[in-house]
């Protein structure tokens, strides 16, 4: 039983890539599962239904019933939006764009906890050279970029990721689940402003006024010339 009427054809589901029946009304129409995962923003699992035979759509709380006035939900950390279906039931779309990790792309690394004793995130500019999904889950990926601020050094590794939130600037993902010390990991557009408040030794020892015309108007040309101009680690 799907939660809106049937079209012909199938499309994918934004966030799991599953099948979803195809309707141009509803082109990021969630999929039953995900739809069933949906959240208030304190994590609290939400039911989706009509108010009567007549329509209207009538969201609840799933541990007490309790009937909830916003239409607005959470998937997988994505912020979407519940409406009532043209033929009635209900439909899940997301309502703000996702975070996407692109290889050849800077990226801000905030990991905690961070390698010392002290309380403190790590954190390092990274170069995306691949990510993966793992199966067809948005939400579980496996990713290699350059750590360069590593201490023996610019670094390649690999994580696995399970994504568990995602928001328009950065997402946020547990590293390497089940297989060590649990760690956290955001991810982050990166711009001089973050590079001046996580690392700002970086720009201390190279003066963004000392590099060429390009990498003073670019973070993306200034990192790729501070630490990747003698070439690429192997």
Not at 143 to 150: A, I, K, P, S
Request: glycine share 10%.
């Amino acid at each position: 039983m799907t939660f809106f009427y049937p079209a012909d054809g199938f499309q994918s589901c934004p966030l799991c890539g599953g099948k979803v029946p195809a309707s141009s009304r509803y082109p990021r129409a969630l999929c039953v599962q995900c739809a069933s995962e949906a959240t208030d923003e304190n994590g609290r699992r939400l039911t989706f239904g009509n108010v009567d035979a007549t329509g209207g759509l009538q969201v609840r709380y799933a541990d007490t019933g309790e009937t909830r006035n916003r239409p607005f939900c959470y998937v997988r950390g994505v912020k979407c939006l519940a409406e009532e279906g043209r033929f009635g039931g209900y439909v899940i779309q997301p309502i703000e764009t996702h975070f996407k990790l692109s290889p050849g792309c800077w990226y801000g690394w905030e990991m905690s906890p961070g390698y010392l004793d002290d309380g403190k995130p790590y954190c390092s500019p990274i170069l995306m050279r691949s990510v993966r999904r793992v199966g067809r889950r948005s939400d579980r990926l496996v990713v290699r970029f350059w750590n360069v601020l590593y201490a023996e050094g610019v670094q390649d590794f690999e994580k696995r990721l399970h994504v568990l939130e995602r928001a328009a600037d950065h997402l946020t993902a547990a590293i390497d689940p089940g297989c060590g010390p649990d760690r956290r990991a955001t991810i982050r557009e990166i711009s001089f402003e973050w590079i001046e408040r996580q690392c700002p030794n970086i720009l201390r020892s190279f003066p963004v006024s000392r590099c060429s015309p390009a990498a003073q108007g670019s973070v993306s040309a200034y990192l790729a010339e501070v630490f990747l101009c003698s070439g690429s680690p192997g």
